[in-house]
């Protein structure tokens, strides 16, 4: 079987759970193209996407939360967004290439390449069976405009929230958010700290502003710092692709922590952590949610975020980290009730998925029988 997994890189989130499908897909011994469809146009196109996407939620979490909201109002009216026309011509470019390389299902982890499918579709391109990936735990802006063969969300929690939105129930798969494998495999805390080379004897909060290292980061570590001061923890700072964060943050905390880049292993970290400290973007949190590892949630981003942020809080598979002295320790004492932690990792197992990426393979596999 061939599939086509189509992405876009404004945000780290996307790509993970592509890659996901993909890992799956090529278990099974598939051909698997995975790609940004903007690469298919001018020179520079998809960096700018990216970057402009990128820049927005680092500078300007609030500007970001407007956008959002606009988004959010627009979806009211009863013509197709901005977002649909703007990528037209992105569209005309994937026809052509779809015209060259035939597949058999695309697979989708973004809203932009579903709008391109979509404007295809209205213009009387025949398609492969398509198949768009939520990687929110809610039905974001335009999403509802989308004309796909499956639907793919988080939970069966939210299938009221996309079939109210005008999605076909018929169509809605809750399957969850599709992480790589490396998340669901069996390691001791002990045997994570040996690979990456932790002090096994001491305690690791793990904090993350999310593939961008967008976020608060600053405050959240100096709250912590001072919060474990004198105590076994040392703190493990995740900055992502924010190289300026990261140089900022090394220039005021020294050695007090350690600060990296982006990661390849970050299943390893997650299992050597006591407690993950992240902002909660949607693969994030199913990342932490896959591995059962006890999450607190630093404050969102405006928008999409603040909607997992609710998802997690309300089904108890997270607490929220407050970035007030007096109030950040609350999530600290999580540490504290091995009853609560208990808790969590059960509703954790309840409510996420962890096989995701072989239902979405399996579907794509079910609809082009059909």
């Given at each position: 079987m061939n599939i086509l997994i189509l992405s876009c890189g404004t945000g780290g989130g996307h790509n993970a759970a592509a890659y996901a499908v993909e890992e799956e897909a090529q278990r099974r011994g598939w051909n698997v193209t995975l790609m940004n469809p903007y690469g298919l146009?001018?020179?520079?196109?998809?960096?700018?996407?990216?970057?402009?996407?990128?820049?927005?939620?680092?500078?300007?979490?609030?500007?970001?939360?407007?956008?959002?909201?606009?988004?959010?109002?627009?979806?009211?009216?009863?013509?197709r967004s901005p977002v649909y026309f703007a990528n037209s011509r992105a569209a005309e470019a994937l026809a052509g290439y779809l015209q060259e390389h035939p597949t058999d299902a695309i697979v989708m982890t973004h809203l932009y390449p579903a709008e391109m499918l979509t404007y295809l579709k209205n213009h009387g391109v025949a398609l492969p069976k398509t198949i768009f990936v939520a990687t929110d735990y809610t039905c974001i802006p335009f999403t509802e405009e989308c004309a796909?063969?499956?639907?793919?969300?988080?939970?069966?929690?939210?299938?009221?929230?996309?079939?109210?939105?005008?999605?076909?129930?018929?169509?809605?798969?809750?399957?969850?958010?599709?992480?790589?494998?490396?998340?669901?495999?069996?390691?001791?805390?002990?045997?994570?700290?040996?690979?990456?080379?932790?002090?096994?004897?001491?305690?690791?909060?793990?904090?993350?502003?999310?593939s961008i290292g967008a976020g608060n980061l600053e405050k959240a570590i100096q709250l912590l710092l001072e919060a474990t001061q004198g105590q076994n923890f040392r703190l493990v700072v995740i900055c992502g692709s924010n190289a300026s964060a990261r140089r900022q943050l090394l220039k005021r905390f020294g050695d007090r922590a350690d600060f990296l880049g982006s990661t390849q292993r970050m299943a390893e970290y997650l299992r050597a952590c006591d407690l993950y400290f992240t902002k909660p973007g949607g693969l994030s949190t199913t990342e932490a949610a896959v591995a059962e590892v006890p999450l607190a949630?630093?404050?969102?981003?405006?928008?999409?975020?603040?909607?997992?942020?609710?998802?997690?809080?309300?089904?108890?598979?997270?607490?929220?980290?407050?970035?007030?002295?007096?109030?950040?320790?609350?999530?600290?004492?999580?540490?504290?009730?091995?009853?609560?932690?208990?808790?969590?990792?059960?509703?954790?197992?309840?409510?996420?998925?962890k096989d995701a990426a072989a239902h979405i393979c399996a579907l794509s596999a079910l609809l082009t029988a059909q």
């Open positions: 146009c001018a020179q520079g196109v998809a960096q700018r996407v990216d970057s402009a996407y990128i820049s927005i939620a680092q500078a300007s979490p609030r500007g970001f939360g407007a956008i959002y909201a606009i988004g959010n109002a627009y979806r009211r009216l009863p013509w796909l063969d499956g639907y793919v969300i988080p939970s069966p929690m939210l299938t009221a929230e996309f079939a109210g939105r005008g999605i076909p129930e018929e169509k809605i798969y809750p399957f969850g958010i599709p992480v790589r494998s490396a998340f669901r495999q069996e390691m001791s805390k002990e045997a994570a700290k040996g690979q990456l080379g932790l002090d096994a004897d001491k305690r690791y909060l793990l904090v993350s502003g999310g949630l630093l404050p969102p981003i405006p928008g999409c975020e603040s909607r997992n942020l609710r998802f997690y809080v309300d089904t108890s598979m997270a607490v929220p980290a407050v970035l007030r002295r007096g109030e950040l320790e609350k999530a600290l004492s999580l540490l504290d009730n091995p009853a609560q932690l208990a808790y969590m990792r059960q509703s954790q197992r309840q409510h996420i998925p």
